[in-house]
Structures are given as C-alpha cells and as structure tokens.
C-alpha cells in the first residue's frame, strides 16, 4: 500500500505565520503567486504576500483565476510563469486556484498542454514546488494528488490523478476563512462530506483511509452548521478544517464515487458550483449504494448518532450484502401494475354501478331523457379516463426503470440552472444529463 500525504502540513489557528521557514528552506528564488480576484480585492492574498516578503522571496500574482478553472486559466497562467521566470507555485484559494496552480506547476515541468494530462498518472516528472493555502473547508484540493480543470470546448471536466501534483507544504488556517459566506461555507462543507462518504463507500477505503473519513464526518455535522450560521465562530472553522484535511487525505488514497463522477460532470456542462452539484447528487447515489453494500453505511450511521443496532429489521429495504438482479418482468406484468392501481379501481366501480342503476342522474344525459344512453355514455368516459391514466402510469414506470434514469427524473423536475455565458441563457437539464453526464460516469473509482 502507498499512502500519499504532503510532507509539511500547517494546521490551525495562525498557522500562516509559521509559513516563513519552510519557505525558506525551499530555497526558492519567485513565486508565482495564483488566486482570484476575489481573494485579491479582500486582502486575503496581501496577508500571504507579507508572508513571502518576510521569507525573502520575490513573487508576482496571478488572480484571473475563474470557478471551474479552465484550459485558458492554465494556459495563460503558464505563460506569465514563464515569463517571470518563477520556481514556485503558491495557490490561494478554494479548489479552482489549487487545481489551476497545480496545472501550472505540472506544465512548467512537463510541457504541452494539460489536456495531454488527463488521466491516472500522465506526466514524468515532479512539479515545481507547490505552497498550497486553502481559504475553504471543503475541496481538500491542497492535499491530494488530484486536480480537475474544464475543457470549455467540450464542456467537460479533465480528472487528473497525479502523484507528481502532491504539493510540498500545505496550510489549513482558520483565520484566512471569516470572511467566507454562509452560501459558499455551506457548499464546500456539503462537497467536505461527500468527499468522506465516498472515500468509505469507494472500493479502494481502507482502514486507515477509513479512520480518518469517518472522524471527518463526525466533525462535519457537529461544526457545519455552525460554520454556516456563524462565519465567524473561529472553533467552528477551525474543526472544518480538520475535518477536510482528514478527508483530503482519505479520499486522495480510497478514491471517490458515482457522486463525484457525475458531478464534476454536471458542473462542466452547466458551469454549476461543485459543491451544490454534490449535495443534489449525493442521497440519490448512496440511496442506490446502500441496496448494494448497506454495511459500509452502518459505521457512517453510528459516527452521526444514528442507531445501527436494529438494521437487520430494515434488510428488505436496503438489500443484503450480496448484490443481486432484479428478474425483468414482463410487458404483461408491467401493464397490469400500471393499470390495477386505487385510481383506475374507483373508476371501475363508478363505471360498474352506472351499469346496474337507473338512479345517476336520468334526465341530465348529453343524448336526452333515455337512462340507457347516459349510462352508456358514462362507461365510455370512464372507460376512457382508465386507458389515459393506465397509459401514462406505464410510460412513466417504464421511463424510471434503473437508478440512471430516477436520477435524470430528479434533476429535471427540480433544477433550472443559468449557462454563465454571453446572454445568460436560462436553461433547464433534459436528456442530455443523461447522455453527457450519466453515462459519462466512470463508476466507482
């Protein structure tokens, strides 16, 4: 077993200040300096600055950095590094300027372009030294050997894997957070917990993975909420951050899921904030995994308080332990669930006792006085709706017939996203979930 980690992790409250010696022994000459201008407009990135003029060490910024980094965030950041003659990456940020300083730093090392990169381990050689300086609690991104850029001729998102993208020093400071809002706090937190129940759930968790994923879940839903209400509660922010070292580092060596599969998917066609895509997806993914491997939920249930004693009286719900195919019915079985239903049932006995009496309003029928002709007329209108209604029940339970399917179903009927793009395009997911994200999931890593 490898077990991948940065060799220097600063953790805590203040712990940016104690930066300058290990900065110093990295023995560099330039940094070049990647955030947004967000981080830059509110003096996050001067208080890292003043870091680096204590340790020596020239810089220059790059802060057009955008949500869901890009190829062109890469390269025109690569092209400036060149240009300064810079030696070392030092990232600010949540997970777009960690993801796009590790492109970086991979190019400066390796040449071409970072599409050549997309995949499990593309690259020959070791990046340029990375400082990575997280200011969320959630994409862990400072930590792990992946990184993800989006390819916007595609609308896809890369996934690379790479050990050589393992940044040198890393900093988890509380203080550098304060500022974050509630929205942002809350969706980074819920992609933190998504990180440590897919690093539970993935087929690569191991104990020790395990270890750390689950006390990271633990911490998230004591301190998220919290974190949320209050961006100022310093304990709070504090714990996040434990929390999403902890998982950074089960996740980067367990591996993730179909959650994050999907998500990094569904971001890179809509443009869509990832922790959001991770908190829609999330119940309705581990709902489909529980039915499969209800054990490795059972630890997760007792980390949050949740009784895991009397599971077995809940087998039929989530399956056994041994995965197993549900036969197929028939046209005929599908038809008669589809048209044997309370609804169609009531309108049968209307229908029936519009047959046997003379009493349903005689002298009210469309074709005169006759009660004959009214109730026929009735047997036919009730005959009709049951068809209508078995008809559409059918074609919906046909449609909804695997996980994949449910799962287009949800998001239809409940997400309208906006294209960030010239017009700002209102636009509401349809098929092409299914044919660009669902089966673009690479399963469970």
């Known amino acids: 077993m490898i077990y991948y ?7 805590g409250k203040g712990c940016l200040k104690d930066l300058v010696q290990p900065l110093k022994n990295l023995k560099c000459k330039k940094a070049f300096v990647v955030s947004d201008k967000f981080l830059t407009n509110n003096g996050t990135v001067e208080k890292v600055t003043n870091i680096l003029k204590e340790a020596n060490l020239e810089f220059t910024v790059y802060n057009d950095v955008k949500p869901n980094p890009t190829v062109t965030n890469v390269e025109n950041g690569y092209k400036i590094l060149v240009e300064e003659k810079c030696d070392i990456v030092i ?9 796009c300083g590790k492109a ?6 390796n040449g071409g372009s970072i599409k050549d990169y997309e995949g499990i381990n593309k690259t020959s050689n070791k990046s340029l030294p990375i400082v990575a300086i997280t200011t969320t609690a959630g994409t862990s991104a400072e930590v792990t050997i992946n990184y993800v850029i989006t390819d916007e001729e595609r ?18 400071d509380p203080e550098l957070m304060l500022e974050k809002p509630a929205a942002l706090t809350a969706a980074t937190g819920m992609d933190a917990l998504t990180h440590a129940i897919e690093a539970v759930v993935a087929k690569g968790a191991m104990d020790v993975t395990n270890c750390t994923a689950l006390y990271a879940i633990k911490e998230i839903f ?15 922010r504090e714990q996040m951050c434990y929390s999403c070292f902890l998982n950074g580092i089960a996740f980067s060596n367990a591996g993730l899921g179909n959650v994050h599969a999907m998500a990094h998917q569904l971001g890179g066609l809509y443009d869509l904030p990832h922790g959001v895509c991770n908190a829609m997806l999330l119940p309705i993914v581990e709902e489909e995994n529980a039915k499969h491997v209800p054990e490795k939920f059972r630890p997760i249930a007792k980390v949050i308080g949740l009784d895991t004693e009397n599971v077995s009286k809940h087998r039929h719900k989530y399956g056994t332990n041994k995965i197993t195919k549900e036969k197929k019915k028939s046209l005929f079985s599908r038809l008669a669930d589809a048209f044997v239903n309370p609804f169609t049932i009531i309108l049968f006995c209307l229908a029936l006792v519009s047959c046997v009496t003379d009493m349903i309003l005689p002298y009210f029928s ?37 996980a994949a399917e449910k799962l287009l179903d949800m998001i239809t009927t409940t997400c309208t996203v906006t294209r960030k793009e010239e017009g700002k395009q209102e636009i509401k997911l349809d098929e092409v979930v299914v044919g660009d994200i669902v089966y673009l999931s690479a399963g469970d890593m």
């Open 366 to 402: 469309l074709f005169g006085s006759n009660p004959d002709d009214f109730n026929c007329l009735t047997v036919v209108i009730i005959a009709t709706m049951v068809v209508i209604s078995g008809t559409l029940r059918f074609v919906q339970e046909s449609r909804s017939g695997d």
């Open 155 to 172: 609308h896809v998102k890369m996934i690379m894997v790479d050990t050589n993208s393992l940044a040198a020093i890393t900093v988890n």
């Open 222 to 236: 004591d301190y998220l909420p919290t974190a949320v209400k209050n961006g100022h509660d310093v304990n709070a």
């Open 91 to 99: 990232t600010i940020g949540g997970g777009s300027p960690q993801d």
């Open 104 to 109: 970086i730093a991979v190019l400066a090392t």
């Open 5 to 11: 980690i940065p060799p220097i992790n600063l953790l």
